[in-house]
């Protein structure tokens, strides 16, 4: 997983998770990765700056006891994801898994042709797109990063 700082035409300023470079740049060029504040499809990515350690601090100017764990993301990161991770478990619980067949099975549903359930599957950025276009509405499950590691 790759967490980017991204940027829209506006300016605003977010940050995004991608499972790899090359999902980025589908994800961007489909129209799917959108600004949380303005939802602007115009989106790339910011300037990164690493965080690299300087070495090992000494035990005086260590903010924490040697034994106590690193915190590696911040709290309201982590309740997010926590939250994001319930969301998840619980759609994923409560619907039928059709896999590919999901574009299919969604039109099934959405014309009366299957019965009206919830269900979830996978669909390339393409087929998301053209069921959007047909008033057909989809969501993403969220993918943490714990998902791929």
């Known amino acids: 997983m790759i967490r980017y700082s991204l940027v829209c035409e506006a300016g605003h300023g977010f940050e995004s998770w991608f499972p790899s470079s090359d999902?980025?740049?589908?994800?961007?060029?489909?129209g799917l990765v959108t600004c949380p504040i303005c939802n602007s499809a115009s989106v790339g990515k910011a300037l990164m700056?690493?965080?690299?350690?300087?070495?090992?601090?000494?035990?005086?100017a260590s903010p924490a006891p040697p034994d106590t764990p690193t915190t590696l993301i911040a709290e309201p990161e982590r309740q997010l994801r926590t939250m994001l991770r319930a969301l998840r478990d619980h759609m994923v619980a409560s619907a039928e898994h059709v896999g590919a067949r999901f574009p299919e099975e969604a039109r099934k549903i959405h014309y009366g042709e299957a019965e009206g359930r919830a269900i979830y599957g996978e669909a390339s950025p393409a087929e998301a797109r053209a069921l959007v276009e047909e008033g057909i509405e989809v969501a993403a499950i969220p993918v943490l990063p714990d998902d791929c590691n």
Do not use: M
């Open 23 to 30: 999902s980025f740049d589908t994800q961007v060029a489909g």
């Open 49 to 60: 700056v690493p965080s690299i350690a300087r070495g090992k601090p000494t035990p005086a």
